[in-house]
């Protein structure tokens, strides 16, 4: 990890705007739920830093408020609230799209992207454009691809081969990739709302989990783990969003400026989240011996694992779109 540039970044997360405006009668408010934390953690960041130059540049007409850690909605909620334009924003994991579409799901494959530099250059790339217009049937507005980074496996003993997985019962998000993934280790899934999965991994209603480092940290997750395996098997990325009726409501040149914010601050932002992730990767290291690093041969042991997913979902989810992503790849 770069320590200068990790110090640099703290001192702009430092830096960031309280979460709440107060906003004052007659601005146009923008209100974002998020399931995560929000100090410290890339998608927390990336929307505190665009409720700061909302309240800043577009004062007088437009406010931003920014809550975190599931205050407001579970996903699947905060989706139906946009919707209903009880929220104007949220930027749910890929994995949350599901009941809307098909195609998401796509970025569930497990080692779909070598790294998370890949996955970026994929979602900035003509082809990942394209899936914006996948959620335009259901009545959002998608605004963009929000970075977070790779996924780390995680349970009540260390997962150094996939078959060390095999009876255990994983949280995961609402992910029919997912499922078969760890159907693939003979393993067992209980899908669970990000808010309740410490209090499960807790109890032992689940034995493990997978998630970047940033949520494993900020909720804890490795506390009640035995071994969290730096896996990077796979990427966890937010599709941000909005509702087409709110954006209609608009005033031309407000809708722009509100467009403008949000590309900039999501173009600087995605690039830190590998940073933020390194961070907190750190801090789990730091609290916790019990970390499993693979070697070459492990990984491609669960890489081999993994593999026969992708027959399952590939129909659905497009062939051509896969490789398009997978493009991004060194090999
Ligand atoms: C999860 O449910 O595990 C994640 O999608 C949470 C998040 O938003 O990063």
């Known amino acids: 990890m770069k320590l200068k540039l990790v110090a640099a970044l703290a001192a702009l997360i430092g830096a960031s705007a309280p979460a709440f405006a107060n906003c004052d009668p007659g601005e146009t408010v923008v209100k974002m739920s998020l399931v995560t ?34 205050e407001l909605y ?15 924003m949220a930027a749910p994991s ?37 899936l914006r217009d996948v959620l335009t049937p259901s009545g959002f507005a998608s605004l963009g691809f929000w970075s977070n980074g790779m996924k780390q496996i995680s349970a009540t003993r260390p997962l150094r081969l996939p078959k060390d997985a095999e009876g255990l ?25 990000f808010s309740k999965v410490y209090d499960a991994l807790v109890s032992g209603e689940v034995q493990g989990q997978q998630n970047s ?38 005033e031309p040149d407000l809708r722009d400026q509100f467009l403008l914010i949000f590309e900039l601050t999501t173009h600087e932002y995605n690039r830190f989240a590998y940073e933020i992730n390194e961070a907190r990767a750190q801090d789990v290291w730091r609290e916790t ?24 979902f590939e129909d659905q989810i497009g062939r051509d779109l896969i490789a398009a992503a997978q493009s991004f790849n060194k090999q």
């Open 169 to 193: 019962t994983f949280r995961v998000q609402p992910s029919e990739v997912i499922e078969a993934q760890f159907a693939a280790l003979g393993a067992n899934t209980k899908r669970l709302a």
């Open 74 to 88: 579970d996903d699947d909620a905060a989706l139906e609230a946009v919707l209903r334009n009880d929220i104007q």
């Open 94 to 130: 890929f994995s949350k799209f599901g009941p809307y579409t098909n195609v998401l799901m796509m970025f569930d494959l497990p080692f779909l992207f070598d790294g998370p530099v890949e996955a970026l250059n994929f979602t900035n790339s003509e082809s990942a454009a394209e």
């Open 37 to 70: 934390a929000l100090k410290g953690h890339p998608k927390g960041e990336t929307a505190l830093a665009m409720a700061e130059r909302v309240n800043t540049q577009l004062n007088g007409r437009m406010c931003m408020e920014v809550y975190g850690n599931s």
């Open 213 to 250: 480092w940033s949520n494993i940290y900020s909720k804890g997750f490795y506390k009640a783990q035995d071994g969290v395996t730096e896996s990077n098997h796979a990427y966890l990325g937010y599709m941000a969003v909005t509702s087409q009726t709110f954006l209609d409501s608009l």
């Open 289 to 312: 011996k019990n970390i499993v690093e693979l070697t070459d041969e492990e990984r491609a042991a669960w890489r081999a694992a993994f593999r026969p997913v992708y027959a399952q």
